[in-house]
């Protein structure tokens, strides 16, 4: 009799847990192999209010977009004799929701990613925001140092400062060139684990100059990195 109820509450335990497993699913939901893609830090999300790491720029499916108001941050500047200035005025007139802060916001996180990706040879991460032309020079880099047996250990401390330094409109395309100013651990280890470029213990100061673009007149928001380069 007693195997009987015991048959019995075991079955009724595994109905509770069951039924719980079935709970948790319902609330957490499945993996499915899409969860913890990384987002292009410069694509608009379809929502009212813009994230601070977004670019933003004018809903070209919309056709009273250009009609909006010019933000007034650089307009106010009037007739600069600062090339800069001049610039983002032109591309503000040309992109009325622009604005250059919400850039440089949207570029420092660019500027991260971009250097992990390259740094652990990821290409899948990498072409979705670069150039044809920089993505094969990236692409080339990457297959040179794995068939030397070599990897790479690049670490970000921090971006000390990220500065408009170019900006200007050629044809429907906007230009923007960031200075970033930053400190960095680089090294270069062999096959067998030696250093053979940098020092992993060393924090050295980078400046890089990275230049991104985007088609105005494009419905693709994102912008690519076409043109990189720093000082020794």
Do not use: C
């Amino acid at each position: 009799m007693d195997e009987g109820f015991q048959f019995i509450d075991i079955i009724f335990f595994a109905m509770i847990a069951a039924f719980l497993v079935l709970r948790l699913r319902g609330v957490l939901g499945r993996r499915d192999g899409h969860q913890g893609k990384i987002q292009n830090p410069f694509k608009n999300r379809p929502s009212e209010k813009q994230d601070n790491n977004i670019i933003a720029m004018p809903d070209r499916t919309d056709p009273h977009a250009d009609e909006s108001p010019v933000k007034e941050s650089v307009l106010d500047a009037g007739e600069s004799d600062d090339p800069v200035v001049r610039g983002l005025m032109e591309i503000q007139r040309a992109n009325p929701d622009f604005e250059s802060e919400d850039f440089i916001s949207g570029s420092k996180i660019a500027f991260e990613l971009i250097l992990g990706a390259y740094a652990s040879g990821d290409t899948g991460t990498l072409k979705p925001l670069l150039s044809a032309e920089v993505f094969a020079d990236f692409s080339q880099a990457i297959r040179d140092r794995e068939q030397a047996g070599e990897t790479l250990e690049d670490t970000l401390v921090g971006i000390k400062s990220a500065d408009i330094v170019e900006a200007y409109l050629e044809g429907r395309t906007v230009n923007i060139t960031i200075k970033f100013f930053s400190d960095q651990i680089n090294a270069t280890r062999d096959e067998n684990g030696d250093v053979v470029d940098g020092n992993p213990n060393s924090v050295i100061e980078v400046t890089d100059f990275w230049t991104f673009a985007r088609d105005t007149k494009s419905h693709n928001p994102n912008w690519t990195l076409i043109a990189t380069s720093s000082l020794d």
